[in-house]
């Protein structure tokens, strides 16, 4: 399987970096399995950063390696997603110590209608009604050593 990186660096051993940024699965290092995606995560960290140059870090993964980590996957944007991404983005995140969290990634459209579920403004299930029809990609956060261990660098590309 290959998955993306987008930074504004390449990387090619990734590292688990403390931070206090309250992202959807935690903190990890996040990748995904499409190329686009990963080019706009390039593009928007650098822009944040205001330093280095969009770069997509590609990398190899063996899924026979993937299975045998304790892995937490949400197949769609579904009400338990919802809730995870809740707890993780206000700073409360739940029990578990999964080394990998797969599913759909928050993108700039569906991040609003997270956030306003965050401040109350609509259900749970109204929530999840505004997101379903929404072409959500996909993510991975690879949160432990153990999870590192089994990425293949490949190679960088700058976009």
Known sequence: MILYHGSNVEVTRPRLIPSKRLLDFGAGFYLTSDLEQAKKWALRTTNNRETGSPTVTVFEIDEKELVKLDLLTFESA??????????????????????????????????????????????????????????????????????????????????
């Not at 206000?90 to 997270?114: F, L």
């Not at 609509?122 to 379903?132: R, T």
């Not at 590192?148 to 700058?158: G, H, N, R, T, W």
């Open 78 to 159: 579904n009400k338990e997603w919802l809730r995870y991404i809740a707890a993780n983005r206000t700073g409360k995140p739940t029990e578990g110590s999964h080394d990998v969290v797969i599913g759909p990634v928050a993108n700039d459209q569906a991040i609003r209608t997270v956030n306003n579920y965050l401040k109350g403004y609509f259900p749970e299930d109204v929530a999840i009604q505004l997101l379903l029809p929404q072409k959500l990609k996909d993510q991975y956060a690879f949160r432990t050593e153990k999870s590192l261990d089994i990425l293949k660098f490949v190679e960088a590309q700058s976009v």
